[in-house]
């Protein structure tokens, strides 16, 4: 994402306005990321060195979407060959193409987003250190979703531009983020089997 209302991912399909309404947290949510984690654990096998569920449906007690974000970091996020092929394989599509980056794949339901990030970079570590300080401090949970809620109730030209919108509000909470990290120690999880 750039600036406020500018989109530089490449989106398969093209932007899509789908209606944007936020939810109070299930606890079932935690279920289906161990359902889908499991799935993309066998698609991947070894590739995928960490399948973290991110995102606010990660975060117990915080409204969210009812989308299940997962991030599977990869050794190289340049060798595609390794995870599309095996992701479409199991069952997903591509949405988002961020060649280098990040690549997006969702179900056909599209109540879940896989998101493959490069292992180390930073793309993972802002969204394990964000989804790490939501679950840590409540007035950050609460000021996020209360952003999120108006956000919501206005009317977007796509979902990309509602998720572009909430730009500025992540950077401002992941800025008391990262000297809370500084000071506990917080780093990105180890390896996964």
Not at 1 to 22: C, F, L, N, S
Not at 100 to 107: A, D, I, N, Q, S
Not at 140 to 162: N, Q, V
Request: with cysteine.
């Amino acid at each position: 994402m750039t600036t406020a209302g500018q989109v530089d991912e490449t989106y398969i399909g093209g932007p899509e306005k789908r209606p944007i309404v936020i939810v109070a947290y299930r606890p079932e949510w935690a279920d289906r990321f161990a359902a889908e984690h499991a799935t993309i654990r066998r698609a991947l096998g070894p590739t995928a060195l960490r399948v973290e569920h991110i995102g606010s449906t990660s975060v117990p007690g915080l409204g969210a979407k009812p989308i299940i974000d997962i991030q599977v970091a990869v050794p190289d996020i340049t060798a595609d060959e390794a995870f599309v092929a095996p992701l479409l394989a199991a069952g997903y599509t591509v949405r988002v193409r961020e060649r280098g980056v990040h690549w997006m794949f969702r179900t056909a339901e599209q109540d879940v987003h896989i998101h493959v990030c490069g292992a180390g970079g930073d793309w993972e570590y802002r969204h394990l250190l964000f989804r790490d300080w939501l679950r840590h401090d409540p007035e950050d949970r609460a000021r996020y979703e209360a952003a999120k809620r108006a956000l919501a109730a206005l009317d977007w030209p796509s979902t990309a531009h509602y998720s572009n919108a909430k730009s500025s509000i992540i950077t401002e909470i992941t800025a008391r983020a990262v000297p809370w990290a500084a000071a506990t120690g917080w780093t990105v999880p180890a390896a996964c089997a």
